[in-house]
């Protein structure tokens, strides 16, 4: 909300919030690296390059469930792992019925060559 005045509470002793108290930016920065690195993202983004089959989408979101609820991926993490696995379940069924349909052209010209 550019222009307006920030809204949440003050740290006590202080006339700004927790985001916006001067002396508290070298820690918030700290912070956020800490975070970034105890992260799940890169860990659950790994594991998702190399899968290739309903099932191993199903673990995937399995782990994924499971660091949610440790906490070690956060929401918007996992709400976006499990819309590209939406994703990637479809793209597996598309290639397969492509497949399948190319060997049945192939099986057919066979058949009638």
Not at 22 to 34: C, D, F, I, T, V
Not at 56 to 66: C, I, M, N, W
């Amino acid at each position: 909300m550019a222009g307006r005045r920030c809204q949440a509470p003050v740290v006590k002793g202080s006339d700004f919030c927790f985001a916006h108290e001067p002396s508290l930016a070298q820690k918030r920065a700290e912070w956020r690296r800490a975070g970034g690195k105890k992260s799940g993202k890169q860990a659950v983004l790994a594991e998702a390059a190399a899968i290739r089959t309903p099932a191993e989408v199903k673990d995937l979101l399995g782990r994924t469930v499971e660091g949610l609820q440790r906490g070690d991926i956060d929401a918007r993490t996992a709400n976006a792992v499990g819309y590209l696995c939406n994703l990637l379940l479809k793209a597996i069924k598309e290639t397969d019925l492509a497949e399948r349909l190319e060997k049945l052209e192939r099986a057919v010209r066979r058949e009638g060559g």
